[in-house]
């Protein structure tokens, strides 16, 4: 009884939080368009910044984070579309971005719109596209309250990817890329995660992938054609509410491991039952883990 509690809680929350962020909406009126300011981070001397240290907080808008064109001239640059509640304040007046030197070669970059205040105190919101120059270490830190994030990067290298959202849909494509994070972790309350992995250079021995969310989908593509550090990747699934789908292209020599549970709904993945273990498994020196739970959807591996 206690566990068929704690799943319906698990279902029923995030639409509480959906009804309680279209309550707001409701009272504080709607925004609209004020206009964009832009921040560059330049690439020029005193500094030789190679690591970007990005920290992004907003309470409502979208981000959007791609590559910047082979001929950019700047280390970063971000476009802020500044939008007013009922029309009110101005662009000059919004908040901006922010960048400064950690070290002589780490560049720390912030934007913060204020949520963690009264959202009565706070008339705007925010949509980011921010670019980013190829070959640069990105430390990656994203906490969002009401919003859809895209993330497309491909040469560069993600040292860190810690990702939280309240309501909105993350969509990642990472791609022909090293990648050093040990815990990356995507997160959202309500909304779907969609992620595209192909020919990510893993630099550690262990990596554990954490992608969970309490109302929506989960779908991940994972495709390796390349040599990679020996060792152990981990991708931990779990949605308390939605389908997890897994579709893999890996190197035959890779060993493969299946757990799934869901509560209500099909699994389907190699072999019979819920569980999975390649012939390969104990004596590949690169294993792929994968720990997939829904309490209610269908889960499928292929």
């Not at 859809?148 to 990702?163: K, P």
Request: glycine content about 6%; hydrophobic content about 35%.
């Amino acid at each position: 009884m206690r566990k068929n509690l704690l799943r319906t809680l698990s279902i029923i929350t995030p639409l509480f939080i959906s009804i309680f962020l279209l309550g707001c909406i409701g009272q504080l009126g709607t925004y609209s368009q004020l206009g964009e300011k832009e921040v560059t981070v330049p690439t020029q001397v005193p500094f030789n910044w190679s690591t970007v240290r990005m920290d992004l907080q907003t309470s409502s808008g979208e981000i959007i984070i791609q590559m910047a064109p082979d001929t950019a001239d700047y280390f970063i640059k971000t476009v802020i579309t500044v939008k007013g509640r009922n029309g009110e304040g101005s662009v000059e007046d919004a908040n901006t971005m922010t960048y400064e030197a950690d070290s002589d070669d780490v560049v720390a970059v912030e934007f913060d719109s204020d949520w963690h205040e009264i959202v009565q105190n706070n008339p705007y919101a925010y949509d980011l596209e921010i670019s980013i120059k190829k070959g640069v270490k990105l430390e990656l830190n994203i906490e969002v309250s009401s919003g859809n994030i895209e993330v497309v990067l491909t040469e560069i290298e993600i040292a860190m990817l810690e990702v939280d959202v309240s309501s909105g849909n993350l969509e990642f494509e990472l791609s022909n890329m090293d990648f050093s994070a040990t815990f990356p972790k995507i997160t959202t309350s309500s909304g779907s995660i969609t992620a595209h992995l192909a020919d990510v250079s893993y630099l550690t021995t262990q990596t554990d992938w954490k992608m969970s969310c309490s109302s929506g989908n989960i779908a991940v593509t994972l495709q390796q054609t390349i040599t990679n550090t020996p060792g152990t990747r981990v991708f931990d699934l779990h949605s308390s509410s939605g389908s997890v789908t897994v579709d893999t292209t890996l190197p035959s020599d890779y060993g493969v491991n299946i757990d799934a549970h869901a509560s209500s709904g099909s699994i389907t993945i190699p072999g019979d039952g819920e569980s999975y273990t390649s012939s390969n498994f104990a004596s590949a020196t690169t294993k792929y883990e994968f720990e997939l739970d829904t309490s209610s959807g269908n889960i499928k591996f292929s």
